[in-house]
């Protein structure tokens, strides 16, 4: 527990000195967000749709089918957006920066670095925890936005609403107060992913096969405190609602 914490310290200490690895930021941005897109497309798109496809019965029976642009859109943006796609992240993004840093530790990459007088926590992890904390909530933002769409197109296969009047419906009962929580949770998911994937990454063995054991561990670690997050935060939502 205490080099968890020793780790920790020694990334706030970085973030924060003077020669900041701006290049290094951006690339890792651009690998964790753009190369991202595709599966998060496919996840936010078929997420809307499934989740209005199995909410349409319900409501059709109770004549509420007018509040299913509303309902899902809420669900979306408050829950299954962020947690889905938190996940999501946390086996591709995760799982990448494990496998690549174990790798480094086993090839002596990071070694070199310090004989070389470069700080790997500055070069390798403080970029890696910022980049991840500032994409992935813009990936979860994007999904929320293309599970959207798919619940109009759900709703378009059994109806026809236009694509005005379902967003009308959609925004029509979403409040400031449904964004800010998932928003907020939302970062805390991205610090989470990168913190674990770099620490797993950074401190695995010298053997080759340490390599897939860190990048597996990653995915578990981060996946299973990304629920223990997302609970925490919706007792403190509730409390404060």
Request: aromatic share 10%.
């Amino acid at each position: 527990m205490s080099d968890v914490y020793l780790f920790i310290v020694n990334i706030f200490k970085e973030t924060f000195s003077r020669d900041f690895e701006f290049k290094e930021f951006f690339n890792q941005c651009f690998q964790m967000g753009l190369k991202s897109l595709p599966l998060v497309s496919i996840t936010g798109a078929i997420m809307g749709l499934v989740l209005t496809i199995q909410s349409r019965p319900v409501l059709v029976d109770f004549g509420a089918v007018t509040m299913l642009p509303g309902m899902v859109t809420i669900s979306l943006i408050r829950e299954m957006g962020p947690v889905i796609t938190a996940l999501i992240c946390a086996g591709k993004i995760g799982s990448g920066i494990g496998a690549e840093l174990g790798s480094m530790k086993v090839t002596e990459q990071i070694d070199a670095m310090e004989v070389s007088s470069t700080n790997p926590i500055r070069f390798l992890i403080v970029t890696r925890v910022l980049a991840a904390t500032l994409m992935i909530p813009l990936l979860i933002l994007y999904a929320d936005a293309l599970g959207i769409l798919g619940s109009w197109a759900g709703v378009n296969l059994k109806g026809d609403v236009s694509f005005v009047l379902f967003f009308s419906q959609a925004f029509g009962q979403v409040e400031f107060i449904d964004f800010l929580p998932a928003v907020i949770k939302s970062y805390m998911f991205g610090a989470v992913i990168g913190l674990v994937g770099c620490y797993k990454g950074y401190n695995a063995g010298r053997g080759t096969e340490s390599v897939g054991l860190a990048a597996n561990s990653a995915v578990v670690m981060s996946s299973l405190l990304v629920i223990v997050v997302d609970v925490i935060a919706v007792q403190i939502t509730d409390m404060l609602i």
